[in-house]
Each structure stands twice: as structure tokens, then as C-alpha cells.
């Protein structure tokens, strides 16, 4: 069974720096494509960044770039993102996803999120 499980949220004043982990169990981590996406209350779940399992290239969302990073550690099946500079509109659910192809942006396995809260 495929878990993925999200922990580093928490609450940051603006300007402040958190770092996410998602470790992964029950697949194959090395084949698989990673992402992060966001849930604000009250709106849907938006793409924030995604990491290849082959070449490790890396995308953001153009309200993170320059500010966020993914990366990811094969050996200890696990995917970070790296926060600087935050913004209160960060504030979300932090959701990390699995997928092998990620056509389309589309994961198939996803985490149940950690929250993170930034102060103004």
C-alpha cells in the first residue's frame, strides 16, 4: 500500500522560512514524479512544484518561483520543499503527490497534507 506522509508544517511569521518533507512508502519512489500542490480555505488545490524521478528537473508555480524549491533524496524515498521569503497568502494545506508519468499534471497518489500558516 502507497503512503506518503507530510510533516515541517507549521506556523511562520512573513518573510520566514519552512521546510516540508513527504516521505514515501510502498512504491518505487526512484520511477516516480513528485509535486507539491496547496488548498487555501475555501478554494481549490492549486499545482506549487514538481520534480522528475529521471533527470530531476524541477517547476514551479509562477507565485513560488524564486522563493520555493523541491528537491528530492531517492535514497531516503523522500521529497522536501524548501520555503523562503513567505508570504501570508501562502497560507494552505500542503498536499505531496506521486505519480509515474505525471501526464497532464495528474498524480495518482497523494499525502493528507500539513498545514502552514503564515502571520502578516
Known amino acids: ?5 507530510e510533516s515541517g508544517g507549521g506556523l511562520v511569521q512573513a518573510g520566514g522560512s519552512l521546510r516540508l518533507s513527504c516521505a514515501v ?11 507539491w500542490f496547496r488548498q487555501a480555505p475555501g478554494k481549490g488545490r492549486d499545482f506549487v512544484a514538481a520534480i522528475t524521478w529521471s533527470t530531476q528537473n524541477s517547476r514551479y508555480a509562477d507565485s513560488v518561483k524564486g ?20 508570504k501570508p497568502e501562502d497560507t494552505a494545506v500542503y498536499f505531496c503527490a506521486a505519480d509515474r508519468t505525471a501526464d497532464g499534471n495528474r498524480y495518482a497518489h ?9 502571520s502578516s
Do not use: E, P
Not at 512508502?25 to 509535486?35: D, E, K, Q, V, W
Not at 523522500?78 to 513567505?86: G, K, R
Not at 497523494?110 to 503564515?118: D, F, N
Open 67 to 86: 522563493r520555493f524549491t523541491i528537491s528530492r533524496d531517492n535514497a531516503k524515498s523522500t521529497v522536501y520543499l524548501q520555503m523562503d521569503s513567505l
Open 25 to 35: 512508502s510502498g512504491l518505487t519512489f526512484s520511477r516516480y514524479a513528485m509535486a
Open 110 to 118: 497523494w499525502g493528507r497534507g500539513t498545514q502552514v500558516t503564515v
Open 1 to 5: 500500500q502507497v503512503h506518503l506522509v
